[in-house]
């Protein structure tokens, strides 16, 4: 090829698609009829060709330097770990507002309630969990929290993962509470018994403030000692009420200053098996904090309880 | 499910990325983290990949992508370097007889595609080694199918112009004029 001459240079392009057989009827042509005259062009042409059947040659030489199968096993147990910790997650619209949910393959890992829908990322972030939006995965999820929160079912089964959260303490908080059934409350202080630190009753409450599972791990249905409803998820205490009264409790009071009414309920003691009514004489000045109380008889026969055989609830039930 | 869908994407693909990597990195500890990476990158948007794509060209994009990343770090870009000239200086050396010309055509060939600006080593690799076409090597790099082939262009005239006589054929392999 002469550089000097501007039609070899011009060729130059359809020489070299030539040489990777990818050139057009049309270049080839073209390249022909300069060949013809060119015999620069035509030497080109054969080292042209001479570079494609080294890159052949090159294409069934193994590849330099390193090891694939070391590397291949090396990248199947990162894969293994992150698989064991991404975070999939959805944010739906829900009749509490947009509300994210994350799950692992171990089980869900979050609930929340996201002030806009775009701040899903950022929570996760400061969670530190590897997470990537995976909106059909959570779908099912999600389908059965709106029957949840439309009063068509009472349980979420959903397997759990609390690895996020926190020490083992809140774990075990987490765990008392969830056992918490349907329609019933119990208090701070009664949680803090139940997981043996009876003294612990603040702890109990703030490790529920920081609960990962909000509705699902069921933080709404722990309240002080005098039934007072607290605190919820930040500033939502109105998401407290609207849950309680979805599964029957009654709920009075305004703004800040809400309470389950304690004579709208009826009450459980301990492990006792069987339920009473608000007046019952068996309670007399225990204090509250020592009962799990029932928004409904369904819900208490639901878990097995029978009416306390002094005061029959059965026969004289609260006023609907 | 979605997992096992994955388990296969790696025995599929795998090899041929990481061999991808290797011929534009050159440097193996840089292989290794950038094909790690690769696939655990993958695994991560595999769930958002419409179903129907071209996983292949899809996984030669994120290690396209991860590779210019890396190479965006002068540092390393200087060490590489370095360690290039070391090879050529000692591929020099050896004689040019027989078989020996054949290698070092191909250590020649290796040290230009080394030099090639970025864009035209990765075009040139998914072209020429991987024989990808151009619209997904233009996907690739962000750039039309067109430009993917004019890199592929540029990089095969410096090749030429850098191999000067060495541009011969190897024994049994190419196709020769008859």
Known sequence: MSTANPTCREIEPDLVALAAAEASAAATRRVEMHLAECAECRTELTRYRAIEGMMAGLRQAPAPGGDPTLARAELESRLADLRSRLVRFGVFESALGPILIGATEQGVSVVEYLASSRAASAKLARAHAESVEDRPRIQGLFRELAEYLEGRRTRLDWPLDLRLSGSDFQRRVLEATSALPFGAVRSYAGIAREIGAPRASRAVAQALRHNPLPIVVPCHRVVGSEGDLVGYAGRKLSLKQRLLSLEGLRVGGHGEALHVDRNAVYYCHLQDTEYCLPTCGSIGDKPLTDFTLYGSRARAEAVGLAPCTSCRPDLHPLPA | ?178
Not at chain 2, 53 to 70: D, E, G, K, P
Not at chain 2, 169 to 175: F, L, S
Request: charged share 30%.
């Open chain 2, 1 to 178: 499910m979605a997992d096992q869908a994955f388990e296969a994407v790696v025995a599929m693909h795998h090899a041929e990325i990481y061999r991808y990597l290797a011929r534009v990195t050159r440097r193996p500890s840089d292989v290794d983290d950038l094909c790690q990476e690769t696939f655990l990158r993958a695994y991560r948007a595999h769930a958002a990949l419409p179903p129907g794509s071209n996983v292949r060209a899809w996984l030669f994009t994120i290690a396209t992508n991860l590779c210019r990343n890396h190479w965006r770090s002068e540092a390393r870009r200087r060490r590489a370097q370095e360690a290039m000239t070391y090879r050529a200086e000692r591929e020099d050396s050896a004689g040019p007889e027989g078989e020996a010309v054949v290698e070092q055509a191909n250590g020649r060939l290796a040290d230009i595609v080394a030099m090639l600006p970025l864009k035209q080593r990765l075009a040139f690799t998914m072209r020429k080694i991987h024989e990808l076409d151009y619209n997904a090597i233009g996907q690739s790099l962000e750039c039309s199918g067109e430009s993917a082939r004019a890199h592929v262009f540029q990089a095969l005239r410096k090749i030429r112009r850098g191999l000067g006589e060495l541009a011969i054929a190897p024994i049994g392999t190419g196709d020769r004029e008859t």
